[in-house]
């Protein structure tokens, strides 16, 4: 069993739609969980982060985060053509440096 | 302020070639992370270092494959004797300090392809 799991899509939603991105994880000490936009050639960016579980919305987007189920969520409302990327989650735990990825979800909003 | 940058953004290498990658990271950033991505996979760490030194090498795949920092600044991956499975576009992040919830933010990488 990988450390991360992502299902990698595509998903192809409507526009003004609400997206619900998911990843899966068997490390338990996993504490730290960051939700990253990437664009096609271009480096990661990060969306989100929070430490262990709980919610935290920052304008159209919301991330989740429930450890003891070992899944997290990233929700877009009203999703917009822009938002056509691939996500990727990442985790790690408090003593750790790197950060672990899962292999991104390629989203498409159509107009 | 000026975000992570590598050169070159692309890089075209015969087999058996070595090639160098740099990494010019956010002023003040103290960790330094290589990740490699391939077509359809997921970012695969490479090497994270702290100030200098590197607390861990542990994603380098073989030892064909190393890496320096200078000054707690800049650094460089090399890669001796490419090979055709080294074609990757290789990603370099700085983050203010290593581990915890300090966050990664990443350059937009060196595409390199391994004729």
């Known amino acids: 069993q990988k450390e991360v799991e992502q299902d990698p899509g595509p998903l192809s939603v409507p526009e003004g739609a609400i997206v619900s991105l998911n990843c899966t994880y068997s490390?338990?000490?996993?504490?730290?969980f960051m939700w990253y936009r990437q664009y096609s050639r271009k480096g990661p960016e990060l969306l989100m982060y929070?430490?262990?579980?709980g919610n935290k919305e920052d304008g159209r987007f919301t991330a989740q985060v429930d450890k003891s189920s070992k899944y997290i969520s990233l929700f877009i409302r009203d999703s917009q053509p822009s938002d056509s990327a691939t996500y990727l989650c990442?985790?790690?735990?408090?003593?750790?440096?790197?950060?672990?990825f899962g292999k991104g979800t390629k989203l498409s909003v159509k107009p | 302020g000026a975000g992570v940058s590598q050169s070159p953004s692309n890089k075209v290498t015969e087999k058996g070639k070595d090639v160098e990658l740099r990494c010019d990271p956010i002023?003040?950033?103290?960790?330094l992370y290589w990740y490699r991505q391939s077509l359809g996979q997921g970012l695969e760490f490479l090497i994270y270092f702290q100030g200098n030194s590197a607390p861990d090498k542990s994603g380098l795949p073989s030892d064909r494959f190393s890496a320096e920092r200078t000054g707690g600044s800049v650094s460089t991956l090399t890669i001796q004797r490419t090979q055709q499975e080294d074609s990757a576009v290789y990603l370099c992040?700085?983050?203010?300090?290593?581990?915890?919830?300090?966050?990664?933010?990443f350059g937009n990488g060196t595409r390199l392809t391994v004729t």
């Open positions: 490390n338990s000490a996993f504490q730290y």
């Open positions: 992040a700085s983050s203010l300090q290593g581990g915890g919830s300090s966050p990664l933010h």
């Open positions: 929070t430490y262990s579980s």
């Open positions: 002023s003040g950033h103290t960790a």
């Open positions: 990442a985790m790690r735990g408090g003593s750790q440096g790197n950060l672990i």
